[in-house]
Structure formats: structure tokens, C-alpha cells
């Protein structure tokens, strides 16, 4: 799968960098394990951070500030990251999913970047494209019907949308029975280190919890 940044991301983020990364895996409804370290790092953000200090956090401060350039409020659509981050700082449970979705969010509040997750067998075509929404565009986030996306970073496949910084779409979606997975790591402070650094994370999390070798991760921009 080739992903492309469009011109209207560029203009709004030249240095936006992005890693896709692919993987054959084995989900589960739970895994015990992954839930352990995912309340271990909360514990840690809920001593370090607090529901305005984590905007400060430079994956979320630079989509933030993306969000302002395409004309969207990010405190009435908050980056993923910010909302998952937020959530365990209020004192709230993430919601458990399952073993690939609840690792991508693991992979997310550590890290600071909104990551979107698929089952790559879902795509239609063999390109996505990393673009702005419009206005009136169809898209249906997971669990939250409808939304309007004009003016989100919206990832585009042969059909249609299919990830949103904020909200994956239903489309697209993991399931139990993912074994073909795709993940997009949104890089928008342009920071390479960490992106790599976050893909390497989830390589190793892939390994641990979902009978994987950890697939293999290319950067785009």
C-alpha cells in the first residue's frame, strides 16, 4: 500500500512525517499482559501531566496546530491522542476493544501521536492519500455515526475515507478476525526520531501480545 501526502498537507505541514506499517497478525478479544502496561503508563501521566499540560506534548501541539490551520476547533475535535491521553487523566478506564485496537491506543498515549489502525484487506485500491476533508463529505467514525470532517487530515483510499486524526472509520475498521493489519503513525511535529521510534514500539508490542514478528514500517511525506 503506497501512501501519499497531498499538497494541502504540505502547504498547512511541510514537515509533517508519517510511518506505515504493516503486519500478519493473531487479535484477541484480551490479553491481560498489554492491559498491565496500559494502567502502568497511566499511573506514570496521572503524576507528570494534567488535562492542559498534556496539550504541550509535541505530537498533539503540532496536530492542534494543524487543526487550526484547516479551520477546525481542536478542543471541540481533539486529536485521538489528546482524547485517550485526557480520558486516563480524568480518572476513566480506556475503553478495551480488543488486543489490536487497545495496543494502538497504548502505542498512541505513549507516544503522543494520533495513530490510526486498519485491516488492510478492507482498502479498496492499492493507494491512500493524506489529504483535508470537504465540506458534505460522507464519513462514518467508528462508534459515533456521521461526523462532519471538513477540515480534518483525512486519509483517503479508491472509496473513500478511511482514517481521520481524530476518528477511524467504520469502513476500514479492526476486527477480531484481523490478521492483515495497517497502521498510520501521523507525525505532524515532523519529528522522525520519534516517529521511528514509535513505529519500532509497536513492532515490539505486535510481537509481544499478537503472535507477530512485528512486520516492517516505511516512512512517507
Request: aromatic share 10%.
Amino acid at each position: 500500500m503506497e501512501v501519499i501526502v497531498s499538497k494541502e498537507i504540505e502547504t498547512v505541514c511541510p514537515e509533517f512525517v508519517g510511518a506505515a506499517l504493516e503486519a500478519k497478525v493473531v487479535n484477541s478479544t484480551y490479553n491481560e499482559g498489554l492491559w498491565q502496561d496500559i494502567h502502568a503508563l497511566g499511573d506514570k501521566y496521572k503524576t507528570e501531566l494534567t488535562t492542559e499540560s498534556l496539550k504541550d506534548i509535541s505530537g498533539i501541539a503540532a496536530t492542534r496546530r494543524v487543526y487550526r490551520a484547516c479551520g477546525k476547533d481542536p478542543s471541540r475535535y481533539r486529536p485521538a491522542s489528546e482524547a485517550l491521553i485526557r480520558r486516563v487523566l480524568q480518572g476513566k478506564s480506556l475503553y478495551q476493544i480488543d488486543t489490536l485496537v487497545d495496543m494502538i491506543n497504548l502505542a498512541s498515549i505513549a507516544y503522543g501521536y494520533s495513530i490510526g489502525g486498519f485491516d488492510a484487506d478492507k482498502f479498496v485500491g492499492d493507494t491512500l492519500t493524506l489529504g483535508i476533508g470537504e465540506k458534505d463529505e460522507p464519513y462514518e467514525g467508528i462508534g459515533r455515526g456521521m461526523i462532519n470532517i471538513e477540515g480534518l487530515p483525512v486519509y483517503r483510499d479508491a472509496k473513500g475515507g478511511v482514517g481521520t486524526t481524530t476518528s477511524d472509520n467504520e469502513r476500514t475498521k479492526i476486527g477480531i478476525g484481523t490478521w492483515h493489519l495497517f497502521v498510520l503513525i501521523n507525525g505532524y511535529d515532523g519529528n522522525e526520531e520519534n516517529v521511528r521510534a514509535n513505529a519500532a514500539f509497536i513492532q515490539e508490542l505486535l510481537k509481544k501480545y499478537c503472535s507477530s514478528d512485528g512486520g516492517s514500517y516505511k516512512l512517507y511525506r
